[in-house]
């Protein structure tokens, strides 16, 4: 056997490799698509039943304290603040940490809301970055801002979890805006399953809707193209994704912009791992691992309905040190939990959700990369023709369009939050126009993310937030 | 069938891939008119949803005014709602239903009443949130007359209707049905304790009598004593006191534990001291730290100590307990000496202390 012969094999190889990741990744999404369709259909009669209103006045609901790192964010932290303070909800408190931020957040946070010195002691002993003070709003009783020296979210969440004194804490971004009922609905699990010790909600993207006092008030989609992508995305990853991986009972991610933990449980855990970007993926992993191994009964679960609206980046440098982070974070969570992997002490987690992320979502980028270089090759080298090259970008494509167009359907199946025909309209051009360059650059960005992590690369990036569209009142 | 195998023999593998993509695309793109076609009916579905119900508001509203003044009965509203409409009237009614009290309440019951057989029929219905939807919309406006299919819910199959019925029997005014209620507890037993408690002490002190009988059965499952327990301390039963100190002798359960230490707490007397500061010294923190909880509102002068020394406890929850413990025992002076003195606990102590000041 000579060496072109050999490097033929080789080369129709990679090809099968690439083909089969596409097949096998496709088609994972069409399951939890098909999966959140029914979910959704059901959730949406279910809430019917729900009174939300008494579920509220509840005495039943669980105390619970809402964590808001903030670091840099004097754009938007007052704002989000003040969403927070809305919340209908019967018995909560909320710590603000700062992160050491070296912009005016702190002094911000303390005008806006009158906050003085105060005692408050932490209960618990996760280790963290030394805190410099507690302050307390004057005003109002149940908010608090703890300044801290540096450490990154992670450490300032766990923190907010060593001085919390509520069964439950949501973990929020300082500049995510929550519903006014989100938190009620976002609990609603821990009241109807106690074993439940996790909890998340959907993201929404709030850039160019109107807020007011807090709230969204106006939603329509963003005006530039970035964003309007993300907002498919967003769809894709919630509507679709997150439900669907929900039915299986195979949740693997909450994001760290909403989320409710049973705070036992996360101390028990020792709180937030701080050696990663990727703090929120690696709890939820944590929290399978740590109550497998002790034989606790547990759930973590997707919630549909509640809301907490997030700005997205709208430059390509700042997405891309983001999509690199979310890529250096998934790498770090995996890494650090891979015993998980094929575990069959993980049940259906190690064997299904974890395999997923790790060849899937994690490695997936880089068979897709090879993918290029090695059809390219296989063109040039007469081993594949034009037209079958073609007819399978083609079929990509498609794939992709049907799961975003999918995904838009799910959306009007259940919430219908775009109100505009136009708006929907806008959303099915995206899904075609996305396939020229935006998925490109998200694929570039991931791998370029994953050699990051490979290289060892730490940190955050920056992030430039421009504050909410402040609507006018009536 | 036999044409198109001899075609697919002569292919060879590279054409039968290009072949299955040119399939995969077909039904793809079948797919996407298909996914953005129903997208589109659902908008529509939605705006026309949206614009009935608008025309049945401004048809309804009127109505209901006229008869909330005297102007039209009950009955005469009929003929304003056609017969397909009977759900949506009642849905319509439904909204009015939590925002009024007393004659307008009953008024509003009174007009649902001819279509809530329609809604009773739902209940046979195989869709749960439906079956749920209706026991909650009976609940509201045809409590009475439906009481017993709301009773029967209960040992619906699905825990959402079940739990949906035993939310709406829960109420002040309706003891009579506690027994019910209380008999299929350990149906809901995946359900939060606390959600549990607000729900049976919804029911009032009436229902004291029968928790007071589940606290003190040794049979029943701890969890259903433990939420018995949690609902007797939201009524502050006084008797139950002496059950709960029981409970603290002789079980080992801890939420049981945990929540008769709260009940005790609560509505207890200096004459349970015993079993509560035997667990002041147990291993478990949770209990641990709800045992110096009581002892600090039961306590007298000789737990003091105990409290003090609780305050240098390994678990933050436990010296927090014991610390609030000491200032409630009336051992204020000794918080202050340890601010004053800066002890390594003084920051705790002046947190108790300033919360009591605030209090």
Redesign the interface.
């Known amino acids: 056997m000579n060496f072109a012969t050999v490097g033929g094999f080789v080369l129709d190889g990679f090809n099968i490799l690439a ?1 089969s990741y596409f097949v096998l990744l496709n088609t994972t999404y069409l399951i939890t698509s098909v999966l959140a369709f029914k979910a959704l259909r ?1 959730y949406t ?2 809430l ?4 939300v ?2 579920l509220i006045s ?5 105390p619970i304290t809402l964590i808001a790192p903030a670091y840099n964010e004097e754009s938007t932290c007052v704002e989000a603040v003040k969403a927070l303070l809305l919340q209908k909800y019967p018995e909560y408190e909320i710590l603000v940490i700062n992160d050491g931020s070296k912009d005016k957040t702190l002094d911000r946070l303390v005008r806006a809301f009158d906050l003085q010195p ?8 996760i280790p963290t970055a030394r805190v410099r003070r507690v302050y307390r709003s004057r005003r109002l009783p149940n908010l608090w801002v703890i300044d801290k020296e540096n450490g990154g979210k992670a450490d300032a969440l766990n923190v907010g979890i060593n001085y919390s ?1 509520t069964p439950l804490f949501c973990a929020l971004d300082a500049d995510s805006l929550l519903e006014r009922e989100a938190l009620i609905r976002v609990v609603r699990p ?6 439940t010790v996790a909890a998340g909600g959907i993201i929404r993207i709030v850039n160019d809707c109107e807020v007011e006092h807090g709230q969204v008030t106006k939603i329509r989609l963003p005006k530039r193209l970035l964003a309007r992508f993300q907002v498919l995305e967003y769809l894709r990853a919630f509507m679709a994704g997150r439900i669907g991986w929900d039915v299986l009972n195979l949740t693997l991610i909450i994001s760290g912009a909403f989320g409710v933990f049973r705070r036992k449980t996360v101390v028990d855990m020792g709180g937030y791992y701080t050696d990663t970007v990727g703090e929120d993926m690696d709890l939820i992993v944590r929290l399978h691992r740590h109550c497998r191994e002790q034989n606790i009964p547990y759930r973590i679960v997707y919630v549909a309905d509640p809301v907490a609206w997030t700005e997205c980046p709208e430059t390509v440098k700042v997405l891309g040190r983001q999509r690199d982070r979310w890529q250096r974070g998934l790498y770090e969570s995996l890494m650090h939990n891979r015993r998980m992997l094929f575990n069959a002490r993980y049940g259906r987690i190690g064997l299904v959700a974890f395999p997923y992320f790790f060849f899937m979502e994690l490695l997936g980028p880089v068979i897709e990369l090879f993918g290029y270089f090695t059809f390219t090759a296989a063109l040039i080298l007469g081993r ?2 034009g ?2 090259i073609l ?2 970008f ?2 990509a494509f ?2 992709g ?2 799961l975003s ?2 995904a ?2 799910l959306e ?2 259940s919430f ?1 939050r775009y109100p505009r ?1 136009s708006d ?1 309209l806008r959303l ?1 051009g995206l899904a075609v126009v996305e396939n020229f360059g935006y998925r490109q650059l998200t694929a570039y960005w991931r791998i370029r993310g994953f050699f990051s992590a490979l290289r060892g690369v730490k940190g955050w990036g920056r992030m430039e937030r421009k504050g909410f569209a402040v609507g006018v009142g009536p | 069938m036999a044409a198109l195998r001899e075609i697919l023999s002569n292919l060879v593998l ?1 054409d039968r ?2 072949l299955l ?2 399939i ?2 077909a039904i ?2 079948v ?2 008119v298909f ?2 076609f ?3 009916a ?2 529509l579905r ?1 705006i026309r949803k949206a614009g009935l119900w608008q025309s049945l508001e401004a048809r309804w509203e009127p109505l209901i005014l006229d008869v909330m003044t005297g102007e039209l009965s009950p009955d005469d509203t009929r003929q304003f709602v056609a017969a397909h409409e009977a759900l949506y009237f009642v849905d319509y009614l439904l909204r009015f239903a ?1 925002r009024f009290r007393g004659r307008e309440a009953a008024v509003i019951t009174e007009l649902a009443r001819p279509y809530l057989p329609r809604l009773a029929a739902r209940l046979d219905e195989a ?1 749960p ?2 079956r ?2 209706a ?2 919309t009976l609940s509201i406006l045809g409590r009475e007359e439906y009481a017993e299919v709301i009773v029967a819910a209960l040992d619906d199959p699905s ?2 209707v079940a ?2 019925a035993a ?1 709406a029997l829960a109420s002040q005014d309706q003891p009579q049905h506690a027994a019910a209620l209380l008999a299929r507890l350990d149906r809901f037993d ?10 049976l ?1 919804a029911m009032g002190p009436a229902v004291a009598p029968q928790l007071r009988r589940i606290l003190g059965d040794t049979q029943a499952p701890p969890q259903t004593r433990a939420v018995a327990a949690g609902a007797l301390r ?1 009524l502050r039963d006084y008797e139950s006191g002496q059950i709960a100190a029981r409970v603290l002798e002789t079980e080992t359960e801890r939420e049981l534990l945990a929540a008769a230490l709260r009940l005790v707490g609560d509505v207890g007397s200096p004459e349970f001291l015993g079993p509560i500061r035997r667990l002041a010294r147990t291993d478990d923190p949770v209990v641990r730290g709800l045992a110096l909880r009581a002892l600090g509102r039961l306590g007298t002068d000789d737990d003091l100590l105990l409290l003090r020394q609780g305050m240098e406890d390994q678990s ?2 436990v010296a ?1 307990h014991a610390a609030r413990g000491l200032r409630q025992a009336g051992g204020n002076h000794l918080l202050e000496e340890l601010v004053i003195t800066g002890h390594s606990k003084s ?2 102590a ?2 108790v202390l ?1 919360e009591g000041n605030s209090s």
């Open positions: 083909l059901q009669r279910t019917k039943a729900i009174d209103e008494e509840s005495v039943g609901a669980p105060a005692n408050r002691l932490a209960t618990a002993e004194q821990f009241l109807e399953d106690a074993r594949a023709s037209p079958y007819a399978f083609m079929a498609a794939f369009i049907v167009v999918a838009v359907g009007e199946l219908h025909l929907l099915f | 590279q891939i290009f993509l040119g995969t695309i793809l793109l797919l996407i996914f953005a129903l997208t589109i659902l908008r939605n939590n869709d949130s439906r749920a939807r026991i909650r825990p959402l739990m949906i939310r995946t359900w939060s304790l606390n959600y549990l408690v607000s729900m002490s939201e933050q929850w927090l920051d705790l002046r947190q300033a």
